[in-house]
C-alpha cells in the first residue's frame, strides 16, 4: 500500500494493539473480558498526501485482494482541511500584516485608521 500513489505513510495497527487501545479509550474495555478471542481485526492505516484524493485512494486499495474492508475516516478529514484552512487565513493575515501599501501612488498606511500617510 506503501507504493500506491498519493499515500503519505501507512501504519501497521495489530489486532493486540486495536484491543489495547480500545480499553484504554473507549471505557467498555471491561466488556472485552467476557469474550473468548479478541474481536478486533489487524488494520493498517494510510494517510494521504492530498485530501482531495482520498476517495481515489480508497477506490484503489478496495481492489488489492487481500483487503476485507476500507474505511474513510471523513470526520478526521473535515477537522484537519478546517485546521489547514485556518492555516492559510493566519499565513494571509500575517502576510498582509498591520502595513499595506498603496502601489500607485506609494504612500504606506497603518491598517489602524492613521490618518496621517509617511513614505
Not at 31 to 38: F, G, R, S
Not at 96 to 115: E, F, I, L, M, T
Amino acid at each position: 500500500m506503501g507504493k500506491l500513489p498519493g499515500v503519505a505513510s501507512v501504519s501497521y495497527i495489530s489486532a493486540q494493539t486495536a484491543l489495547e487501545e480500545f480499553n484504554a479509550l473507549s471505557g467498555f474495555g471491561s466488556a472485552l473480558q467476557y469474550l473468548d478471542e479478541n474481536p478486533l481485526p489487524e488494520a493498517f492505516l494510510v494517510q494521504p498526501l492530498l485530501l482531495n484524493d482520498s476517495a481515489k485512494l480508497v477506490a484503489e486499495i478496495r481492489q488489492i485482494a487481500l483487503v476485507d474492508d476500507v474505511q474513510l475516516d471523513m470526520e478526521w478529514l473535515r477537522r484537519l482541511d478546517a485546521l489547514l484552512d485556518m492555516g492559510r487565513k493566519l499565513v494571509l493575515a500575517l502576510r498582509r500584516g498591520p502595513w499595506y501599501w498603496c502601489n500607485p501612488c506609494g504612500w504606506k498606511y497603518h491598517s489602524a485608521g492613521d490618518p496621517k500617510p509617511s513614505r
